[in-house]
């Protein structure tokens, strides 16, 4: 992939991520600093860093899928990869 097909590719999935919403704030994860890393590679495999606002969030699995199926069906991503990690540990200043 070109380098303006990989920016086209990850300026939607910032888009995408902008669309999913914390259960308990209403504010998408990306603006929440939720969002620690995204690496997508030439070949179209994604990978995401991700936490949460607290560690012990009950809606932990229906986020992290939430984000895996929406960036999944964003065309030139082949295969993504959700990682979810507590360090450094999310706060309200992020």
Do not use: H
């Not at 259960?23 to 936490?51: A, F, W």
């Amino acid at each position: 992939m070109t380098a303006e097909e990989k920016l086209a590719i990850e300026e939607r999935i910032v888009e995408v991520l902008k669309t999913v919403y914390d259960p308990e704030i209403p504010v998408d994860i990306y603006s929440l600093g939720l969002i620690y890393r995204i690496e997508l590679q030439d070949d179209g495999n994604l990978e995401v860093d991700m936490t949460l606002t607290a560690p012990n969030c009950p809606a932990a699995d229906f986020l992290v899928e939430d984000v895996r199926m929406r960036i999944e069906g964003i065309t030139g991503i082949t295969a993504a990869t959700i990682n979810l990690v507590f360090e450094p540990e999310w706060d309200k200043e992020m």
